[in-house]
T-cell receptor
Framework: DAKTTQPPSMDCAEGRAANLPCNHS???????VYWYRQIHSQGPQYIIH???NNETNEMASLIITEDRKSSTLILPHATLRDTAVYYC????????FGAGTRLTVKP | GAGVSQSPSNKVTEKGKDVELRCDPI?????LYWYRQSLGQGLEFLIY????????KSGLPSDRFSAERTGGSVSTLTIQRTQQEDSAVYLC?????????????FGDGTRLSIL
């Protein structure tokens, strides 16, 4: 059973913020929210993760709702190189990847 | 520093043959994971090693699949009597510990094609 729900695809204009949503309504207290992305023909790349609080690093920001049932990954200034499949995962240790969201950044 | 290394990067073999796929994790990482990704699909968990504990084999699709991790470092995934449905990219990942606070670092995978 899928623990997360993501839209299959999204478009974003280059230079604009990309906001990728994820629903995880059955998340348990010990599970973290992880985001990875996969560019064609490469292994998945870790982006960010969080438990309860919002997180920010050099790649992105993660906004987790207070009830933890959903989250949003924000790429503040999307570039063409951010075109990839983005995976949202809730987990204690093993990464059960779903189909993700295919983000296309357009010039 | 060196990331997760997988070999070979590509493997083509005939149906019915056995194959071995190798993963060299990041030095010092105690947790190691194998995944499979079929064309256009998400990742499918196969097996998880954590230190000297018994591996979690719950994702292995059949008894033709097995994996070993020698000396807590290098891992080998073996597929016996390969079938065409085994064609996929096999990905390995490692993390410092098998805990959710530690992100997994992935190799670029082995692309396996069964003729």
């Amino acid at each position: 059973d899928a623990k997360t729900t993501q839209p299959p695809s999204m478009d974003c204009a280059e230079g604009r913020a990309a906001n990728l949503p994820c629903n995880h309504s059955t998340i348990s207290g010990n599970e973290y929210v992880y985001w990875y992305r996969q560019i064609h023909s490469q292994g998945p790349q870790y982006i960010i993760h969080g438990l309860k609080n919002n997180e920010t690093n050099e790649m992105a920001s993660l906004i987790i709702t207070e009830d933890r049932k959903s989250s949003t990954l924000i790429l503040p200034h999307a570039t063409l190189r951010d075109t990839a499949v983005y995976y949202c995962i809730v987990t204690e240790y093993d990464m059960r990847f779903g189909a993700g969201t295919r983000l296309t950044v357009k010039p | 520093g060196a990331g997760v290394s997988q070999s070979p990067s590509n493997k083509v073999t005939e149906k019915g043959k056995d194959v071995e796929l190798r993963c060299d994790p990041i030095s010092g990482h105690t947790a190691l994971y194998w995944y499979r990704q079929s064309l256009g699909q998400g990742l499918e968990f196969l097996i998880y090693f954590q230190g000297n504990s018994a591996p979690d084999k719950s994702g292995l699709p059949s008894d033709r699949f097995s994996a070993e991790r020698t000396g807590g470092s290098v891992s080998t995934l073996t597929i016996q009597r390969t079938q065409q449905e085994d064609s996929a990219v096999y990905l390995c990942a490692s993390s410092p510990q098998g805990q959710s606070i530690q992100p997994q670092h992935f190799g670029d995978g082995t692309r396996l094609s069964i003729l």
